[in-house]
């Protein structure tokens, strides 16, 4: 009886000796799997910080694209509906810009870099470019019309490159009537309109300021066949 006491009690000291270890074991699960709960929580927390910061990261891309745009990529095309212009959204459009003096005159005023201050300083949308045809110098008058025609498509492209809108201007003026060379007008914008026929940025000015008496009925009948 006694030995079986005995065993019995050795069997519960021995139960009681590895209870410890058990209590041990347990308590390293629950630091892994609190190590895991709390790797998993970082985790989440990291992917939601990084989604925030994408959304954060499109929205200001968003924001510099619309109000940082140039206005022909914002504006695109121009075209007049009833007794206004109107761009590529349909939404009224004004044409804000400077003019050159007569190109014969003032060609180191055709420039990337002065455009790009009339745009970005003055706020303009639009350069003019003004070919005089009939004053000292111009188109149809003794000026050098292979070095007019080249300065009027480096504005182009000068306004091309700057997201600008150009116009190609025949400045009329001591010449009157529009009639009077209209046979070099017709060649002048037929080469301008093939040379530019895929940019939808460039307008063309087929008469500047007819004056002298001429009538309507003359500049229309000019118009029409230009």
């Known amino acids: 009886g006694n030995t079986e006491g005995s065993e019995a009690e050795s069997s519960q000291t021995a139960g009681a000796e590895t209870t410890p270890e058990t209590t041990s074991e347990n308590d390293d699960v629950k630091e892994e799997v609190s190590e895991e709960s709390s790797s998993q929580t970082a985790s989440s927390e990291d992917a939601k910080e990084e989604e925030s910061v994408a959304e954060e990261n499109t929205e200001t891309e968003e924001n510099v694209t619309a109000t940082s745009g140039t206005p022909y990529e914002m504006h695109g095309a121009l075209q007049v509906d009833g007794t206004v212009i109107v761009d590529a959204n349909g939404e009224t459009f004004q044409i804000a810009g400077v003019s050159t003096h007569g190109l014969a005159w003032f060609p180191d005023y055709v420039n990337k870099d002065a455009f790009l201050s009339i745009r970005d300083d003055w706020g303009a949308n639009t ?40 116009i190609v201007d025949w400045h009329i003026l001591h010449d009157l009537d529009p009639n009077k060379y209209k046979s070099d007008s017709i060649a002048f914008f037929d080469e301008m309109s093939k040379e530019f026929k895929d940019q939808d940025n460039v307008i063309y000015e087929i008469c500047n300021e007819p004056n002298g008496g001429v009538s309507w009925a003359s500049i229309k009948q000019y118009a029409m066949q230009v």
Request: negative net charge.
């Open 127 to 166: 350069i003019r470019l003004a070919m005089y045809t009939a004053e000292n110098g111009g188109y149809c008058e003794g000026g050098n019309k292979d070095s007019l025609k080249a300065l009027v498509k480096d504005g182009v492209n000068y306004a091309t490159d700057l997201g600008m809108y150009a």
